[in-house]
């Protein structure tokens, strides 16, 4: 079984719509958890951490359940600059954070 | 605010030589990190630096891949003989003392012909 597992997508949708990216994750010890954007050919960039709580930045949400193993993340009102591939990526207790990526799922926005 | 280079964008070179992949992490930082990204595939951790020494690296980090901070500010990357399926974007990457958010340099394409 994969360490963290993604819809590879692509999800191909209009401006405006509304899409949710869900990930799971297999090692029950891991402690963090995160969204990554990567454009083509880019370095990650941090979108945001997910909390168990769940989280809210702006058009984005956050959402973690640990029992399940299980992260979502949903993007409300697409923009054409949302385009890219969103990444879910964990650290496991102890690991000096050394980060497991999952394989992504692109989204692609059209007008 | 604070980046993370990494020189050159891309290197090409033939099987078998030595490659150095350099970066400079932000200044403050006390954990360092190489990932690799093979075309089309996922960005997978090569080894993690900490104290001046190897803290953490994976199945991928051979005898053919060293690290070395050398001079308190570059972090490096040296393949000894580089193979075909060495080709892969490489990231160095940075963490701060109690911080969770790793910021990732721009990245060396390495090519292998």
């Known amino acids: 079984r994969k360490e963290v597992e993604q819809d590879p997508g692509p999800f191909n949708v209009p401006e405006g719509a509304t899409v949710a990216f869900n990930c799971t994750y297999s090692n029950s010890a891991s402690q963090s958890f995160f969204w990554y954007r990567q454009d083509c050919r880019k370095e990650p960039k941090l979108l945001m951490s997910v909390y168990s709580s769940g989280n809210e930045d702006g058009r984005f949400t956050a959402q973690l359940n640990r029992a399940s193993q299980y992260i979502s993340l949903l993007i409300r009102d697409s923009k054409l600059s949302d385009s890219a591939t969103y990444l879910c990526?964990?650290?496991?207790?102890?690991?000096?954070?050394?980060?497991?990526f999952g394989a992504g799922t692109r989204l692609a926005v059209h007008p | 605010e604070p980046e993370v280079t990494q020189t050159p964008s891309h290197q090409v070179t033939q099987m078998g030589q030595e490659v150095i992949l350099r970066c400079v992490p932000i200044s403050n930082h006390l954990y360092f990190y190489w990932y690799r990204q093979i075309l089309g595939q996922k960005v997978e951790f090569l080894v993690s630096?900490?104290?001046?020494?190897?803290?953490?690296k994976s199945e991928i980090f051979d005898d053919q891949f060293s690290v070395e901070r050398p001079d308190g500010s570059n972090f490096t990357l040296k393949i000894r003989s580089t193979k075909l399926e060495d080709s892969a974007m490489y990231f160095c990457?940075?963490?701060?003392?109690?911080?969770?958010?790793?910021?990732f340099g721009p990245g060396t394409r390495l090519t292998v012909t």
């Open positions: 990526v964990v650290n496991i207790v102890g690991g000096y954070n050394k980060l497991i």
């Open positions: 990457a940075s963490l701060g003392q109690g911080d969770h958010e790793q910021y």
């Open positions: 630096f900490y104290n001046n020494e190897i803290s953490e």
